[in-house]
């Protein structure tokens, strides 16, 4: 069975333009959470969508948002890029059948530059 | 609300010793708590998690970890240091609420050194 998958590995933009970044679950996981990783920050939790809607939030400005289709793959999208916003993005799924603690397993990572 | 105290932010030990990676929480309701693996340039893979069972869980690559509620405390242990296991490590707990698809709050992380 295929990992998670996340498109593109990097990825180089500038102050103030947008980007969007892909997640393809495994398959049969409908759950697919997003989470920033920083030197400074560590790993935060960026949100995390079940069946197409946004179940969970964590505490980031609007300009980062998400969706997810019906199946299952996600998109996460920044907008007016900060320097701040270079990290590295993970995008996790899980099995809704995995009910004991919901193990999630992870993708590699977009590396975003902001420059 | 939830919290992970990883007490090292880095340890160093040398090749066939124990290792001992502490983590400390903090939760208002019974958490899950997981440990995550990170090699260089690699995606995280989970460890081992607890999820109310046995308080002592075996995870993959030797390693283990007891639960200690009275201590809130979930450290990581593994008897004998191998040089793959350079990496970096994070304790995570997860679980406050009614669902359990809660937020999730990982630990600011261990790296450790394996000395040859």
């Known amino acids: 069975k295929a990992g998670v998958t996340q498109t593109p590995r990097y990825l180089i933009k500038t102050r103030g333009q947008q980007v969007t970044l892909s997640c393809s679950p495994i398959s049969g996981h409908r759950s697919v959470s997003w989470y920033q990783q920083t030197p400074g920050q560590g790993l935060q939790f960026l949100f995390e969508?079940?069946?197409?809607?946004?179940?969970n939030k964590g505490n980031f400005p609007g300009r980062f948002s998400g969706r997810q289709f019906s199946n299952s793959r996600s998109e996460m999208n920044v907008s007016t890029l900060e320097l701040g916003d270079s990290a590295l993005y993970l995008c996790?799924?899980?099995?809704?059948?995995?009910?004991?603690?919901?193990?999630?397993?992870f993708g590699p990572g977009t590396r975003l530059t902001v420059l | 609300a939830q919290s992970v105290t990883q007490l090292d932010s880095h340890v160093s030990v040398s090749e066939g010793t124990p290792v001992l990676l502490r983590c400390n929480y903090s939760?208002?309701?019974?958490?899950?708590l997981f440990w995550y693996v990170q090699h260089p340039n690699k995606g995280l893979q989970l460890l081992l998690k607890?999820?109310?069972?046995?308080?002592l869980v075996k995870g993959i690559n030797g390693f283990e970890a007891e639960f200690k509620k009275s201590e809130t405390s979930f450290h990581l242990t593994k008897p004998s240091a191998h040089m793959s296991d350079a990496a970096e490590y994070f304790c995570?707990?997860?679980?406050?609420?009614?669902?359990?698809?809660?937020?999730?709050?990982f630990g600011p992380g261990t790296s450790l050194s394996v000395i040859p």
């Open positions: 607890y999820t109310s069972a046995a308080t």
């Open positions: 996790a799924s899980s099995s809704p059948l995995d009910q004991d603690g919901n193990e999630q397993f």
């Open positions: 969508y079940f069946s197409e809607t946004q179940r």
């Open positions: 995570v707990v997860k679980g406050e609420g009614k669902t359990s698809y809660d937020k999730v709050i």
């Open positions: 939760s208002s309701y019974s958490p899950s």
